[in-house]
């Protein structure tokens, strides 16, 4: 089975920061990867699908890049709204695979 | 607008069994695939189970196979989990979750997410 990896698992930062979550998979997963954003007490959303194409209605501050084995999920300028848990995950084989999370708080 | 609507979960003693519902509206239904995904309390999350939009294929994670079983009345756009055999650490919020395009394979990303169903197994 692929496992993934994220790192952080827990960071702060203050509004207007640009941060950096990075996910590493055990085996080559091609671009084969989406990120999610779970805010307490909600489903999770998707973000980005295909390592680094934007879910319709996200914004453009999220972006993703990486194929192979490494992936970053970045958040250009982190507004408010976006303290929330980032999950990711290869979506492409069985069994399907998430990550273990990054909690982004407030500094 | 799409919508998934999850309901049926809920208390129940160990070695018992509940069966989830997730109905659907707003998409072809039989066009998608649907996972079951879940999360036990402060914990992240964990794929559960995947049918495809006939329902002629299915897959289970390790951890519940042979005690769960997804199924699907596309002529009632609802999705099934039947759970037997519960165990404590099968206490989780359940969620079912869209498959992000039509037709395509069973695995793949999830792109509408219900609001989850609470299953809690205790003695």
């Known amino acids: 089975d692929i496992q993934l990896t994220q790192t952080p698992s827990f960071l702060s930062a203050s509004v207007g920061d640009r941060v950096t979550i990075t996910c590493r998979a055990s085996q080559d997963i091609s671009t084969y990867l989406a990120w999610y954003q779970q805010k307490p007490g909600k489903a999770p959303q998707l973000l980005i699908y295909?390592?680094?194409t934007l879910q319709s209605g996200v914004p453009s501050r999220f972006s993703g890049r990486g194929s192979g084995t490494d992936f970053t999920l970045t958040v250009s300028s982190l507004q408010p709204e976006d303290f929330a848990t980032y999950y990711c995950?290869?979506?492409?084989?069985?069994?399907?695979?998430f990550g273990g999370g990054t909690k982004v708080a407030i500094k | 607008e799409v919508q998934l609507l999850e309901s049926g979960g809920g208390l129940v003693q160990p070695g018992g069994s509940l069966r989830l519902s997730c109905a659907a509206s707003g998409i072809i239904f039989s066009s998608y695939a649907i996972s079951w995904v879940r999360q036990a309390p402060g914990k992240g999350l964990e794929w559960v189970s995947v049918?495809?939009?006939?329902?002629?294929?299915?897959y289970y994670a390790d951890s519940v196979k042979g005690r769960f079983t997804i199924s699907r009345d596309n002529s009632k756009n609802t999705l099934f989990l039947r759970m037997n055999s519960l165990r404590v650490e099968d206490t989780a919020v359940y969620y079912c979750?869209?498959?992000?395009?039509?037709?395509?394979?069973?695995?793949?990303?999830?792109?509408?997410w219900g609001q989850g169903t609470m299953v809690t197994v205790s003695s």
């Open positions: 995950q290869h979506p492409n084989t069985y069994p399907l695979t």
């Open positions: 295909a390592a680094s």
């Open positions: 979750a869209k498959a992000l395009n039509p037709r395509g394979a069973p695995f793949d990303a999830l792109d509408v």
């Open positions: 049918i495809s939009g006939s329902g002629g294929n299915t």
